[in-house]
């Protein structure tokens, strides 16, 4: 695999994504590791990511240098290479030569990761740096320039170690990704036998052996994506022996409950409706806090799992379709960074568990899963579903939960979602849903007055959910979907457009 140490930039997860469209298996882990704590047979290469810190300032990054001293291949990528010249000797500079945005760079050297390029080619990057290298440190050669620092590229002579200032991941650097290919290819000699059909076959063979027969297993399904792929695959491994359960928590979308049941019982999955959704509601009852409302939900879902199992003999396993994003932002890579959000899957969980975890898709993102569940044969339908939060309506209802304020939000979303689809923009947006906002505001409809809620539209693009772009919806669906929900949604007199991107925001409101 590459490791990927992280040092907190908003891009670290992209580096990971262009590794594995190489078919080559990435981890990110904190750049806190220390070498020790890693199995290094493993490992074919090493990149230090970007970060906001400076390599000199007192917010340093912890970081075991010892890292540089193996003969792993390495590339580091603005801090990253700030670091690295650091290490070996070379002088930093700061002041008047900060980039930030897009810039153009020249090749002075075109060997190592720029041998796909005549000397004095020019290539569009991206740049996010205030501190860069003045001086390249002994035994390091400049591979590239800018107007605004004289080295944005450098490589050693002798050992596959190169650096970067700018950044390779994004895709405002359009040669980025072949900066990456003949890194992981030529520098670290990868083998891109990271595919669908290996990461199956793996998969079944690790869950067969995690939960030998007799054991049972049980499978918390919602019917998106991620826990359907997972519970599909695992049945390939368990057969009867995986006991799924489709929990109505009352905080799905409309008529939802019926849709999903219908289409798990046609992948021929062992499924059981479990209608708890007075228990969510009542639990809910007065709570406004959002991570309040996460932790709640993820212990009842538990206590569900747990009181059915009970029924069932030998379950020793619980399946869940947790993803890479919900772990990263919810427990940092970094160490010391804010967590994002808990995930019910993630830190929801009491520590009384009495089941074993399966998380097949751990360290996947949500396209990855896509690919798996095509290589099953799984219906595009399925396949093509929008991402929706574990908590489902809870974290879309700002404020306090009532049953009248689901049933709101409910046709709300309907009706946007409806929209969405007959204008044929569902499949390609990321997510797009409603939020109901605790914000009343004065109307007129009639002859009267109204004193009712807002409704808040929220579409976005993205490859994975790690970060996302709003969605420029027509003005004419916008002019319908507001006119519907406020006609014919009782209790709203007022729709908005959220146009905020992550970051700065999140996807959800909560």
């Known amino acids: ?230 519970a599909v695959l695992v049945a390939r491994a368990l057969g009867e022996r995986l006991h799924c359960f489709f929990v109505d928590t009352g905080l799905m979308r409309k008529n939802e409950a019926q849709s999903v049941m219908e289409r798990l019982k046609a992948l021929d999955l062992n499924v059981t409706l479990v209608d708890a959704s007075a228990r969510f509601l009542g639990e809910l009852k007065g709570v406004s806090d959002p991570e309040l409302k996460r932790k709640i939900i993820g212990r009842v879902f538990i206590e569900v799992f747990e009181e059915h199992a009970k029924s069932l003999k030998g379950v020793t396993h619980l399946v869940q379709g947790t993803l890479y994003p919900d772990v990263i932002e919810s427990v940092s890579v970094r160490g010391p960074s804010a967590t994002i959000k808990t995930h019910h899957n993630v830190g929801g969980l009491p520590e009384r568990l009495q089941f074993k975890l399966i998380e097949p898709f751990r360290e996947l993102f949500k396209d990855e899963v896509r690919l798996l569940g095509k290589e099953l044969d799984m219906p595009q339908e399925i396949l093509q579903r929008q991402p929706f939060p574990g908590p489902g309506l809870a974290v879309r209802i700002l404020g306090e939960i009532t049953p009248e304020r689901v049933t709101t939000l409910q046709e709300a979303d309907y009706i946007f979602l409806e929209e969405i689809r007959a204008a044929g923009l569902y499949a390609g947006i990321w997510q797009s849903f409603a939020v109901l906002l605790p914000v009343r505001s004065v109307g007129v409809m009639g002859d009267g007055r109204t004193y009712d809620e807002t409704i808040a539209l929220r579409a976005v693009y993205s490859e994975d959910g790690m970060t996302a772009d709003w969605a420029y919806l027509p003005e004419d669906l916008l002019r319908r979907v507001s006119n519907r929900i406020v006609n014919e949604v009782k209790g709203v007199n007022r729709v908005v457009l959220d146009i905020s991107s992550k970051p700065p925001a999140t996807i959800e409101w909560e």
């Open 1 to 230: 695999m590459i490791l990927i140490l992280d040092f907190g930039s908003q891009y670290t997860q992209l580096i990971a994504r262009r590794v594995r469209e190489l078919s080559v298996y990435s981890e990110v882990r904190p750049c806190t590791t220390t070498p020790d704590s890693v199995d290094l047979s493993k490992v074919k290469g090493l990149i230090l990511s970007g970060g906001p810190s400076s390599v000199t300032g007192e917010d340093a990054p912890t970081f075991d240098p010892g890292w540089l001293s193996l003969d792993i291949p390495t590339l580091g990528i603005c801090y990253g290479m700030q670091l690295m010249a650091h290490h070996f000797g070379g002088t930093l500079g700061r002041g008047i030569a900060r980039e930030y945005g897009p810039s153009t760079i020249t090749i002075e050297d075109n060997a190592g990761i720029f041998e796909s390029w005549p000397k004095g080619t020019q290539l569009s990057v991206w740049m996010s740096h205030g501190d860069h290298v003045e001086v390249v440190p002994a035994g390091f050669v400049t591979c590239a320039s800018s107007k605004g620092a004289p080295i944005v590229g450098m490589r050693h002579t002798s050992k596959p170690v190169s650096a970067l200032q700018f950044h390779p991941e994004v895709v405002h650097t359009p040669e980025g990704r072949t900066l990456i290919k003949n890194f992981v290819f030529n520098e670290a000699k990868c083998s891109a036998d990271w595919t669908p059909e290996n990461f199956i076959e793996q998969q079944i063979a690790k869950t067969a052996d995690q939960v030998p027969a007799p054991a049972q297993a049980i499978c918390a399904l919602s019917g998106g994506v991620d826990s359907t792929v997972a």
